[in-house]
C-alpha cells in the first residue's frame, strides 16, 4: 500500500477536517430525512418512539480487534449520541442488526423479518468489505433488494461505501473495495437515497497526512477515532434546523 505513515492523532467529531458526505450526494441532505428530523424535535405530549436501525456486518456489529466487541465506541453508539445531543427530548431507539463475517446476500435474506418488522424510520447499509468474497453483481442484487424493499415501506435509506481494509491499495481504482464503493454511490444515485461515503472519508484523512493504522484497531476494523468519522457523516443527515 503506498500511503505515508506518520504518527497523527485524529480529532473526534470535527467536521471540518474532512469531507463527510460525497461531493455529489445524491439527494439533497436538508430535505431528505426532513420528516425523521421534525419528529426528532416533537416533545412530549406529541412525539413518539424513533427507530434506526444500523444493518451489515462487523463493523456496525462493533467488532474492534476480533473476537471484542466494543459497542460504545461503535459509530451505531456514537450516532445514537450525536442525536440525542441535538434532539435531546427524542424518544430515540438506534438498533443494530449486524452480524459479524455476514455479505449481503444474507443481510438481504433476514432484512424483512430482522429489519423491516423492527418498524424503522431509517436503515444503514453497510456490506462493503465483505460484498468482496461475493462479487460486484451478486451484492448488487441483494442491496437493491434491501433499498426497494425499505422505500416501499416508506423506510428512508442511507447507504455506506466501505470502511477500509489495511490490505487493499486505496489508491487504486480497480482495487475490489474501491469497485464496490463505486456500485455503492452508483445505487445511492439511481435510488435516490442517502450516502455516507466511508472510503472516500478515510481516503482523505489518510492523504492529508494521517496514518491509516491511526484509524483501525486491525486490519479490517476501525478503532474508535475511524467509526467516530462514520458517525459524524451520518450525523450530517440528521440537520438541528
Not at 50 to 68: D, E, L
Not at 106 to 124: I, K, Q, S, W
Amino acid at each position: 500500500m503506498n500511503i505515508k505513515l506518520v504518527s497523527c492523532v485524529v480529532a473526534i467529531f470535527t467536521p471540518a477536517l474532512l469531507p463527510l458526505v460525497a461531493a455529489s450526494e445524491p439527494v439533497g441532505r436538508a430535505d431528505y430525512l426532513a420528516e425523521v428530523t421534525a419528529e426528532l424535535r416533537r416533545h412530549w405530549p406529541t412525539n413518539r418512539t424513533i427507530n434506526i436501525v444500523c444493518h451489515g456486518h462487523s463493523v456496525p456489529a462493533g467488532y474492534f480487534r476480533t473476537p471484542v466487541v466494543d459497542t460504545f465506541n461503535a459509530y451505531p453508539h456514537l450516532l445514537h449520541r450525536g442525536l440525542k445531543e441535538r434532539f435531546p427530548r427524542a424518544v430515540l431507539n438506534v438498533i443494530v442488526t449486524a452480524i459479524g463475517g455476514e455479505e449481503s446476500e444474507r443481510g438481504a435474506n433476514r432484512f424483512d423479518p430482522d429489519v423491516l418488522a423492527l418498524r424503522p424510520e431509517v436503515v444503514t447499509l453497510d456490506y462493503g468489505l465483505n460484498d468482496r468474497r461475493i462479487g460486484l453483481a451478486r451484492a448488487e442484487a441483494a442491496w437493491r433488494s434491501m433499498i426497494t424493499n425499505a422505500v416501499a415501506q416508506g423506510v428512508k435509506v442511507i447507504l455506506l461505501t466501505p470502511t477500509p481494509d489495511m490490505s487493499a491499495n486505496l489508491d487504486d481504482p480497480e482495487d475490489a473495495l474501491e469497485q464496490h464503493a463505486r456500485q455503492i454511490r452508483r445505487l445511492a444515485t439511481e435510488h435516490r437515497v442517502g450516502l455516507v461515503d466511508s472510503f472516500a472519508i478515510f481516503q482523505s484523512r489518510v492523504r492529508s497526512g494521517v496514518a491509516l493504522e491511526a484509524l483501525m484497531s486491525q486490519s479490517n476494523h476501525p478503532n474508535r477515532e475511524g467509526h467516530a468519522l462514520v458517525a459524524e457523516g451520518l450525523l450530517h443527515w440528521f440537520p438541528q434546523n
